[in-house]
């Protein structure tokens, strides 16, 4: 018997439960508490083993507070808005990096600084340190 792979817009649907759950503090368990599921349920949903369903797309999104949108935003075969004005989709390096612990630290911090021109210098210092990091091509 063969097993289907998760279709990719499943998973990346998933990754972006799985990615705003975390930003909220929140365990599988207490989703699945608030959805009437088992914790089990929504780590197969995470991993896009398991289709989410409209109605459930819809419950998931009120729980952890964002838009509809924002689960398939940047989405594999994605397209703009229905007004044909949407954001341009995220990269994938951007959902890459929020589902690590790092990231997420990263932008819960960052997210909490109120001062924009700190705000700005914090990134400034950061695209520097990254440049630095970045091989030249001198040669020396």
């Known amino acids: 018997m063969s097993t289907k792979a998760p279709n990719p817009v ?4 998933g990754s972006r439960v799985r990615m ?4 909220l ?3 599988q368990e207490k989703l699945g508490e608030a959805l009437g599921l088992t914790f089990q349920q929504i780590q197969k949903y995470e991993k896009g083993t398991n289709r989410v369903g409209a109605s459930r ?3 998931i999104s ?3 507070q964002v838009p509809v949108s924002f689960l398939f935003e940047g ?3 994605g397209t703009a808005n229905a007004d044909g004005f949407g954001e341009a989709p995220s990269p994938a390096y951007v959902s890459d990096f929020l589902a690590t612990s790092e990231g997420l630290a990263l932008t819960r911090a960052f997210t909490r600084i109120t001062d924009a021109k700190l705000r700005r210098s914090i990134v400034d210092m950061v695209e520097q340190i990254a ?3 970045q091989p030249d091509n001198r040669t020396d």
């Not at 499943?10 to 649907?13: C, F």
């Not at 705003?20 to 930003?23: A, D, F, K, Y």
């Open 10 to 13: 499943d998973k990346y649907v």
């Open 20 to 23: 705003r759950r975390i930003m």
């Open 25 to 27: 503090g929140m365990s």
């Open 57 to 59: 797309i819809q419950q």
């Open 62 to 64: 009120e729980i952890l």
């Open 75 to 77: 989405s594999p075969g």
């Open 131 to 133: 440049a630095r990091e």
